[in-house]
Structure formats: C-alpha cells, structure tokens
C-alpha cells in the first residue's frame, strides 16, 4: 500500500508585481521560512526539496542551483521539474510520489517566479514551437482572447458575466493578505471600462504578472499527525496533457476534442467515488487565466451543465459565501507568479480545509476541496484534498 | 520590506537593479517532417503536411508521430488550400515583446485562426488591420513573401488577406 | 505500492556533434522506438512519461512541448524534470514506487549544437555577482581542477589518463561519438582552453537521446528477461557561490553516494560495484568524482588511476562507455551512464562489457562544477 501523504505546512509570500527589494532566492526563502513555521520545522526536518520554476521568466539557467541554499536545498537532494503552467502542481505531484513511495517521509515542494525580472509574454510566445508558431506572438493573452470568444458563442454568456466573475475574484483577493491585486473594485463598469489587451479581454480580464513563491511541507501518515494537529491529506492527484486543439489552444471552437480538464475530473472522480461533485466536494482553487476561462471551468469540472457556467456566477453560487465556492482567494487573475501559481491552489484549498483561510475563508465547513492547475496547450493537473480519509 | 527612509518620511528607497541584455542565439533543426514543409513554402510556395496512416487527420504541424493515434504517421504528404474562411480572430491592442525578433510588435495586429477549404486549422496573421473590417466567415487566401524573403517556413506566408467570395 | 522498480530495456542514439537532420523529437524518437520494440509495448500502453530538457537549451519554454507526440503524451501523465537526466529516471522510479503508475517512459534529450553553451552556461550563473564575470561551466571547471590539483598533488598527466582511457574505451562503443586513440602526450600537447584544461580534456559538443522503460515489478518480469533492478538513489545540492563551496571537495557527491550506497546496502562500494559510469565532462572530474564516490580516499583518485585499477580489466573498470568525454549532450549523460550500466548488467555491452558485472553504479550531474549530484545503484539481484 501507497504511504499517505498529508500537507502538514504551508507558506507564501505576498505576492506583487515586482519585489525589488529582493532577490530571486531571498523571495522564495520567505515561503520556504513561512511553510516551515507554520509546521512548527527546521529546515533539518526536510528530508528533500523539489522546486517548480519556469526559468525563461526570470533567464536564470537551472534557478534551484542559484537559490540552493536559500530554498534549504544545501546538502539535502531534490530537483526541479518545469511543466509550464503547470509546473507549480506538477511538482507536488512529484512530492507526492516520492513521499508516497516510501523514498522520503517529509519534503517541501515549492514553486516560485519573479515576473518581474524579464518579459512574461515574450516568454510565453517563446513556448510556442520556434519553427512555425510565429504566429502566435500574442502569447497565452491571444489564446484566452480567443477562448474568450467561443465561450460567448457557444454559451451566451455576456461580458457582464465576465465582470462578475472579476468583482468576485478581487472581493476575495482583498480579503487575502498574499494576494497580488487588491483593487476594491465596485461595480462592473469599472472591468467593463478597462482597456483593451488583446480583443476581446480587457485588462482587468486577464491575470497579472506576480513575483512571488508557495511552499509546502508534505509528509507520510505517521510523520504527518505526529507534526500537525490539522494534516491535510493528499487524496489523489490527476495529470493529463494534450495535443494541442487542431482550431485553438484553450478552448475547441469545433467541439469535437477531449478537453484535458474534462478527462482529468472524470478520472479523478471515478477514482474517488465522487458523482456530484457540487454535493462530494465542498469548493475549489481553480486556474484561472481569465474570468471568461473560470466560467468554462465551472463546465469542464462538472460543477454545472455545458453552457450554464455564466448561470452559477448569476446565480452566487461561486462566492464565498455561496452554495459552491470558487476561488475565494482571489484566485490567478489576482494572483500569478506561474511557477507557484498552481502550488498556490493547492495551498489555499488546503488552507480552507483547515479553517485557515482568514479573512477569506468560506462561509460552509471544508472537508474536501479541489485544486487545479492549467498550463501549456491546456494541459490539466488536479488535486484533490481531504480533512480526513 | 520597504524601508522608510528617516530624512524624507515617505520617499520610497531606491532599489539597484542589474539589467542583462544577452541575446542568444538559437539554431534549430527542422528536422524530416517540418523541413520538408519548410522547403515546400520556401522553393515551391506550397503548404503541405503530411496525413496520419490510422487516424487519417492532416496533421499540422506535419509530424513523424500522430500525437492523438501515438503511432508513427507516415508520409502520405497533402499539399493544403491556400485559402480559407476565418473562424476566430482576435487583434492585439497592446504592444507586446517578439522574443525571436527582440521588437515589440506594432498596434494593432490581427492574429486568426484560420480554417483552410481541405480542413486544416492554420494560425496566421490577417493582412486587415482595421479591427472593424474582421468578421469570422470572411474568406482569405495566403499572400507569399517575394522570392528571395523566403526560407522561414510558415512566416513565408506574410498573411492572409480578404478576399471577396 | 511497488516493491522494485526495474528498468526493462534502454536505447540510445549513436551521439554526433550535430543532428541538424532531425528535430527534438524525431531524434527523441529514434531512442524512444528502440525501448518499445524491445519491450513490445506502443506508446499507448505506457502510463506515464518523464523528459529530461532544458528551456535554455532547446530555445524554448516548456522544452517538454517539443516532444509531446513522440512519448504518447495525449491525454495522459506526462512530466518533465530540468536537472540532468539521471533525475528523471529516479522520477519515473517514484512514479512507479508509489504505485501511482506501473510502466513509465523516461527520455532525456539535448541538442547541444542547437545552442551557444557558453551563453547558456553563463545563464547558470547568479545574475547579481557572478553573472558579468563571463563565467560559464568550462572556466568555472577550470577554476574546480586547478584547486583540487593545488590542494592534492593531482597531476595534468593523471587527468589525462583518464583521457586517454576513456576516448580509448569508447573504441568499443557503438553509440561512442568520438572514440580517440591517443596518449598521454598528446593531451598534454592539446591547447589550453581555461588553464589548467585542455582541450583533450574536454568533451565535444553532442547530440542525442536516451530512453527507458521503467516498470514495476509485476511488470517488468512480462516486459524483459533481464529486469534490471534500481536499489538505491540520492541526489544532493552544493552551495552556488564558488567561494561558498570547497571546490577541491565534492560534499554533495559524496552524501549522495553514501545515502545511495545505504539504501542498496553496499558498504565497501570499490569491492561491491562490478562497474562504474560516472559523468566526467572534464578530465579531472572522474577523479574528483571517484574520490566522492568513496572509491579511494580524499585526494588519492591521482594514485588510483595511476594504479590500473579502473581500466577495462581492471579491479573497478570505470567508464567503459567512453563516459562523458567521449561525447554526450548535458542533460543526457547521466542517463547515459544508466543506460550503459543497465547494458552491463544485463551482459550486452558488447565489446565493452565487464565480465560478470552484477552490481553497477551510474553517476550524473548538473550545474556549475557539479553543484547537483545524483547516483544510483543497479543491480541484478
């Protein structure tokens, strides 16, 4: 039998557009620090240290060795996957594998990015294949744009919707103290005024560039309730990549392919018993890009119907306080350091199962929560976490 | 954090940044299958890809291995349509950074997605930059690069321009 | 929860200096495709796949992108570690350790003609102090041999004896890239390239990839006849700055290897290991190496090449492949000295094979002077 694996310490920085006030691996040493205290651990108490980081952002070669020591990576072994997007989930997979294997008894994964260091869309454009993908200069912001414009084709969801989906992700990031943009936003006119980025998403519909890291502390059964009174379990995980769509990158304006999302949840669902998943699992983290992505989400999850995603944002099902709460941290269009992103949802999910989420904590008891993280040509991974198992 | 400096109250401090600006080069290999397009476009101003043996798709990229099937393709090479209908566009408002060209690219471009008539997906530039004149179903056909500009593979094409059908 | 992981079978391509006749993936497949004759397995039926790349080397973010089809990544688990491949293999063994996957592909894959090393080495560097310095791997490794020689006595001619052992070993490599027959002399007669390296002392620039199947053991015994066992692994992390590490020392190669060696239960590795794959991309790194790897004491790698000890033949052979000098890309080496290990033990290392080899090391690094080392134990037991 697999050992189980619980996540016994949390940590992130506040996350902002640009921390010039310290260096690369001074900023991830925050996370590391926090995770640590609030396991109540000494860096001696890890036994490895696996680290996502997507080093085109900041153009550091191997940026685990350049911050070996202020990740507490010194004399200890580990090492540094890199996804994409996905980079920051896939490495707590990573740490679940080699804790669930027997291999460890105590990791930390983390994921870290300095946006502010060099030019995240080009970056991003770099991903696409050297050879013939220059036409698609518009980085990841071109392919929401264009995501954006199937979803209002295919569901009819309106822009007011969109805008919606952004008053409720910065109600929650002004009640989460890590979160990047914090910018009391009042009424629908001001998302809805934002200028243009690339047709049709404006600038408020679209994730920011953050500088900043997530730590976690993971740890097998006996070790972990032995560390922590509130050990959050690892309940499964789920990794699925893709082709990239033949007519798209984020979304399949002709409907005939398989959505990484979709065939993620139905396994990790199928796996774990869950058939209403509104009803099996109490609220979720999920990667956002855009708002307009959220929306899709809701469907590709199975929160709700095809087409109908607009209809739980109407409706105030996602909010904090609502039937289903989606995002309450804010979420990745406050918040996007993207090689920590992804380890960020994993972090605040875990953070509502334990009641720690502050002020933006959920309204209802979290006993199971989802985590997903969204990367590459709309590649999915999924967490899945538990009070208890 | 920051920290205050005691003279000015609020002034914020100055932070000392080193910048680097190395470009670096790439030489990357096309290798069998996107040469081939690559000379293709290049001599004969031709778009081709080749179609899966199982699953029978064009695959374009052309590539030796069927992603979707997980079996080698084959070489049954196509030569695809030249024109084609715009099913998705969308235009760029804001300047942003080519890494291949180290340039910000002009304001606004229109980037689609373009459904070309044999039924492969191509994504291109539009040569319309009036943001009003784009409409999805409008008909296009690719416009080549003059001889002596080729030799970039699809950037051969410089666009697709409207066309009236 | 798996009991062993095995590695069910392994290919390389013959490396060159430069494959500009294939791309990323076409020249990942070529390893790829051997692995799934040999098991009978189609890229459907792995669960999972590990790539080894580097975005700076590739000139791509998300390198992984460029060889999604050629691992059957559609709709499955797909990862890709960023250190040098050795790694990846100790990935795909936690995959399938867990139990979470049974049959994994790995494959670690680098075009090193694709890109300016210098430039992407001196990326390595931290970007506040000793990035201007115009640092890249080669004057760093300069810097590593000329204190290790200082503090030990370590002589030119005995790193180039190494030289001279391994180009000569890779006579018997298929997948060699630059067998040489040569002397002593005629390193020391090469030109300096970073005092004291020469360039007899360096590797050439390669291309190629290296692919396993990993397998559970359930598997495994369906897979291949010769199921070679992982039984121990450990990697470890220097400092980064130079002056913060004792560059005549190699601390975390040596906590790696004694973890490694604790988790296979060897305790004396010189008289346990039938053969030795270590990743030397400079002549005096299979030295330092070996003295990390406790094959003779601190500063006396001098004296055991001197002794004959680690030819073909000998008590230890050590880099019967040709090892990384002979040509193989970063990245891929250490996956490399898997892959020759795995042949090794399972007798077909052809014209390079040690005679009886049971128990076999592989050794790979990463980094500035080998600031990430790796190791891991197999064995056919």
Redesign the interface.
Same mark, same amino acid.
């Given at each position: 039998?697999?050992?189980r694996v619980a996540i016994v310490g949390i940590g992130q920085t506040r996350h902002k557009s640009t921390r010039?006030?310290v260096?690369l691996?001074e900023m991830v040493n925050e996370a590391v620090r926090a995770a640590l205290a609030d396991a109540e651990l000494t860096m001696k108490d890890i036994e490895a240290?696996f680290t996502s980081n997507?080093? /085109?952002f900041e #153009?550091?070669?191997?940026p685990?060795? #350049?911050?070996?020591?202020e990740i507490g990576?010194?004399?200890?072994?580990?090492?540094?996957?890199?996804?994409?997007g996905t980079s920051g989930a =896939?490495v707590v997979?990573?740490g679940?594998?080699?804790v669930? =294997?027997?291999?460890y008894d105590v990791v930390m994964v983390l994921g870290f990015e300095k946006q502010d260091?060099g030019?995240t /869309?080009?970056?991003?454009?770099?991903?696409a294949?050297?050879?013939?993908?220059?036409?698609?200069?518009?980085?990841a912001? #071109?392919e929401f744009?264009?995501q954006a414009? =199937?979803y209002m084709e295919t569901s009819g969801a309106k822009e007011e919707h969109a805008a919606m989906v952004r008053l409720k992700a910065d109600r929650g990031a002004c009640k989460n103290e890590y979160a990047h943009l914090k910018l009391g936003l009042e009424s629908a006119e001001q998302v809805l005024n934002s #200028?243009?980025?690339?047709?049709?998403?404006r600038m408020l519909d679209f994730c920011p560039q953050s500088s900043g890291a997530c730590a976690l502390v993971l740890a097998e059964e006996k070790k972990a309730r032995s560390i922590s009174r509130k050990p959050v379990w690892i309940a499964d995980?789920e990794?699925?990549?893709?082709?990239p769509f033949?007519?798209?990158t984020f979304a399949d304006?002709t409907g005939k392919e398989?959505y /990484?999302q979709h065939?993620a949840c139905e396994r990790l669902y199928k796996r774990n018993g869950i058939t209403n998943p509104r009803r099996d699992i109490d609220m979720a983290e999920i990667y956002e890009p855009s708002n307009w992505e959220e929306m899709s989400l809701y469907e590709h999850f199975h929160f709700c119907e095809r087409n109908q995603g607009w209809k739980l944002v109407e409706q105030g099902v996602t909010e904090m306080d609502g039937d289903f709460p989606v995002n309450p941290s804010g979420g990745v269009i406050a918040t996007n350091p993207i090689g920590a992103t992804p380890t960020i949802r994993v972090a605040e999910a875990a953070l509502q199962i334990r009641g720690d989420a502050g002020a933006h904590q959920v309204a209802k008891d979290v006993k199971t929560s989802l985590a997903s993280a969204l990367?590459?040509?709309n590649?999915t991974v999924l967490t899945l976490l538990k009070r208890s198992l | 954090m920051a920290k205050k400096s005691s003279q000015e109250g609020e002034k914020k401090p100055e932070y000392i940044t080193v910048k680097i600006d190395v470009p670096r080069k790439y030489r990357w290999s096309t290798g069998k299958y996107i040469g081939r397009t690559y000379r293709e476009a290049h001599e004969n101003k031709k778009i081709v890809a080749n179609r899966c043996v199982k699953c029978k798709e064009v695959l374009w990229p052309p590539m030796q291995v069927c992603g979707r099937c997980k079996v080698e393709a084959g070489e049954d090479w196509v030569e695809l349509s030249q024109t084609g209908t715009v099913m998705q566009y969308t235009y760029l408002v804001y300047p942003l950074w080519d890494p291949h060209y180290g340039e910000k690219f002009a304001n606004p471009y229109a980037n689609a997605m373009i459904l070309l008539d044999d039924g492969v997906y191509i994504r291109h530039f539009l040569e319309e930059t009036d943001v009003n004149k784009l409409k999805v179903g409008m008909r296009v056909e690719a416009v080549w690069r003059g001889d002596g500009e080729r030799g970039e593979g699809m950037a051969d094409v410089k666009y697709f321009r409207t066309i009236d059908e | 929860m798996a009991e062993r992981v095995a590695i069910c079978a392994v290919a390389q391509t013959k490396f060159r200096p430069d494959r500009g006749d294939a791309s990323e993936g076409e020249m990942a497949y070529e390893a790829i495709r051997h692995v799934l004759e040999e098991t009978g397995l189609t890229l459907s039926d792995i669960d999972s796949a590990v790539s080894c790349s580097q975005d700076f080397w590739d000139g791509r973010t998300i390198s992984n992108m460029n060889i999604q089809p050629f691992v059957g990544a559609h709709l499955g688990h797909e990862d890709k570690v960023a250190e040098d491949g050795i790694n990846a293999v100790y990935c795909g063994m936690a995959q399938v350790l867990s139990g979470y996957h049974e049959i994994v592909l790995v494959v670690a894959h680098t075009k090193e003609s694709q890109a300016e090393k210098s430039l992407v080495e001196n990326a390595a560097f931290d970007p506040i102090f000793m990035r201007e310095l115009g640092l890249d791997f080669l004057s760093a490794a300069a810097l590593q041999a000329r204190r290790y020689m200082y503090k030990y006595g370590i002589t030119a001619e005995q790193c180039a004896k190494v030289v001279v052992k391994n180009r000569g070993n890779a006579r018997n490599n298929p997948f060699a890239q630059e067998p040489l027959d040569i002397t002593v002399d005629d390193v020391l007669a090469s030109r300096i390239l970073a005092s004291p390296i020469r360039k007899l002392d360096t590797k050439p620039i390669s291309d190629g990839a290296c692919a396993a199947i990993l397998a559970s053991e359930k598997k495994a015994r369906k897979l291949t006849e010769k199921p070679v066992w992982i039984l121990g692994v450990s990697s470890c992390y220097e400092a980064h700055y130079l002056g913060d590490r004792d560059l005549a020392d190699c601390a975390a190669l040596t906590k790696a290897a004694q973890k490694a060696y604790k988790m296979a239960g060897i305790r004396r590795p010189f008289n346990e290991i039938s053969v030795a794959e270590i990743s030397e991309e400079y002549s005096y790194q299979e030295l330092l190496w070996m003295e990390g790897l406790g094959f003779c004491g601190r500063g006396e790698a001098g004296r055991l090449i001197d002794s004959g000890k680690t030819q073909m033949g000998g008590k230890l052979p050590v880099n019967p492949s040709g090892g990384m000098l002979s040509g193989n890309p970063t990245g891929v080496a250490g996956m490399v000295r898997v892959a020759e290990a795995a042949l090794q033990l399972r007798g077909e290392a052809g014209n390079r094979q040690v005679r009886g080899a049971n128990l076999a090391l592989a050794h790979g690094m990463t980094g500035i002077c080998g600031q990430h080392q790796a190791v891991m134990i197999l064995g056919t037991n």
């Open positions: 039998m697999p050992n010039r006030d260096t691996p240290v997507m080093e /085109t #153009g550091i070669y191997l685990d060795h #350049g911050a070996a020591t990576a010194y004399m200890k072994p580990g090492f540094k996957v890199c996804t994409g =896939s997979v990573e679940f594998c080699m669930a =294997s027997g291999l260091c030019e /869309t080009a970056a991003i454009t770099a991903a294949t050297p050879i013939w993908g220059k036409g698609a200069v518009t980085g912001i #071109g744009a264009k414009l =199937s #200028g243009y980025l690339v047709w049709p998403l995980v990794v699925v990549h893709q082709e033949r007519a798209g304006p398989a /990484t065939v990367g590459g040509p590649w | - | -």
